[in-house]
């Protein structure tokens, strides 16, 4: 009986293995989507010239992102993006699961214009024994910014 209950820490120890691995596992590949999800947000805006010049409409530009966002399986729940607030100038109008904002920046003597555009994209953690431990940690945001378009005035 002493030689068939030995293996109980054993296998307790590759089971926890496996768990933490497949945590990792899954973390991993949702960052991977939401990194890929915001260079993609940010490849399509700056190709939309930063919102400067009207060439792209707003709802070509979701439609190009949802299409995006459908093909890698990217999701985010709009609980995420809260944490978006439009009092601050984040706008959520082009998609679910993420926003932006457009930043206008002039120098001293406002004869330069400076504009781009901030993303937020989200990785969403749900991993029911993670949940339980840290229950106020439900996602990480990844952040990222085109390039700025500089306007002479």
Same mark, same amino acid.
């Given at each position: ?13 590759? =089971? ?10 899954? @973390? ?17 805006? /700056?190709a939309? #010239?930063? @919102? ?9 530009i ?7 966002a ?8 709009? #609980? =995420? ?13 082009l ?10 920046? /002039? ?14 994209? =989200? ?6 024994? @993670?949940?339980?431990? @840290? ?5 990480? /945001?990844?952040?990222g ?9």
């Amino acid at each position: 009986m002493k030689e068939s209950s030995g293996g109980i820490p054993a296998l307790t120890l590759v =089971f926890a293995f496996i768990i933490i691995i497949s945590g990792y596992l899954a @973390f991993s590949i949702n960052y991977s989507k939401a990194f890929k999800m915001k260079s993609r947000i940010v490849d399509v805006i /700056q190709a939309s #010239e930063n @919102f400067t010049d009207k060439k792209v409409t707003d709802a070509e530009i979701a439609a190009n992102i949802k299409n995006y966002a459908d093909s890698i399986g990217y999701s985010a729940s709009t #609980e =995420f993006t809260k944490t978006c607030d439009s009092s601050l100038g984040w706008k959520t109008d082009l998609g679910e699961g993420w926003c932006y904002k457009v930043i206008t920046k /002039q120098n001293k003597n406002e004869s330069v214009t400076t504009t781009y555009v901030a993303v937020k994209t =989200f990785v969403s953690i749900d991993i029911p024994i @993670f949940n339980k431990l @840290f229950p106020n940690i439900r996602y990480f /945001q990844v952040d990222g910014s085109t390039k700025a378009t500089i306007k002479v005035n």
